[in-house]
């Protein structure tokens, strides 16, 4: 079978591919090429459970990071809140490589957060598992927060009333009544915050390139398979991916039916 010339490539150290005959990448020389990858199996399960890694870790990120801000969303009235809430939603609605592109400025080595970063650790942050992590975060913000807040405005603002009345402090308050009842919308924050992660690929390539068992997320697998020609191994991967994510929504529409239930009835 004759290969494309298109699809050809030669990588350099932080995986972003070449044309044959261009120049080599920004930060490497002739040393620094090696072969495109080569997968016996049909499952390259090293970017499997990187994949599912990253997942859980983002996932955990946006739970502490992304409740207490929607928290603030839902009860805040704070004239200009809508301002905060339009820029929760950017990555919704932005190409991924546009907010991957910026995000590999600010982690690199000629930004601020990258050089701080660097003088602290002695390395950048930019093709790196902890820079795919930070750029997965500010990617899935808006699918744990929205969530979140949505269920958290849906509380009745009664009990809150009532709990405040009864002397109950708004810790416990928070605690006993906020979270219990908005369960369901902090299932649905989580399930689309991982199984969106799972699938990222826009930004995690911008941001941390293709570089084996570090950045290499089964998304760039699939799309190193397709490139070498070889579908029966992108078709297992999209597969695999495609029942994760099936299996989460699915589980999401069933608890939150099971909580909608334990509602009280009409007689």
């Known amino acids: ?23 080599p990448c920004l930060g490497c020389d002739s040393t620094d090429q090696v072969k ?4 016996t199996g049909f499952m390259d399960w090293q970017a ?3 994949t599912i890694r990253l997942a859980f870790t983002v996932t955990l990120l946006l739970l502490l990071l992304g409740f207490p801000l929607a928290y603030w969303i839902a009860f805040s009235r704070w004239r200009w809140k809508f301002l905060v809430e339009a820029v929760v939603a ?12 910026y995000v590999l400025l600010a982690l690199g080595q000629h930004g601020a957060i990258g050089r701080w970063w660097q003088s602290m650790t002695g390395h950048s942050l930019a093709f790196t598992f902890t820079g795919v992590v930070i750029g997965s975060v500010l990617y899935s913000f808006p699918f744990a927060v929205q969530p979140f ?10 009990l809150l009333a009532a709990s405040d009345v009864l002397g109950v402090s708004k810790f416990q308050t928070f605690w006993r009544v906020l979270v219990p009842l908005s369960v369901s919308g902090l299932v649905t924050g989580v399930a689309l915050s991982f199984a969106h992660t799972m699938g990222e690929f826009g930004v995690v390539l911008m941001v941390g390139g293709n ?6 997320t089964l998304s760039i697998n699939i799309y190193d398979q397709v490139q070498n020609l070889n579908y029966a191994a992108a ?8 029942a994760i994510a099936f299996i989460l929504l699915s589980l999401v529409y069933s608890l939150n039916r ?8 009409q007689i």
């Open 1 to 23: 079978m004759n290969i494309p010339a298109v699809i050809v490539r030669k990588r350099c150290r932080n995986g972003i591919g070449l044309p044959w005959g261009a120049d």
């Open 258 to 265: 099971k909580f909608w239930s334990l509602g009280p009835r």
């Open 235 to 242: 078709n297992t991967t999209a597969l695999v991916l495609v």
């Open 90 to 101: 950017l990555p919704i609605v932005l190409p991924p490589t546009v907010l991957g592109f």
């Open 48 to 50: 499997f459970w990187l």
């Open 36 to 39: 495109p990858p080569v997968y």
């Open 211 to 216: 570089i084996p068992g570090v950045t290499r």
């Open 149 to 158: 807040a949505t269920a958290l405005a849906s509380v009745d603002s009664r």
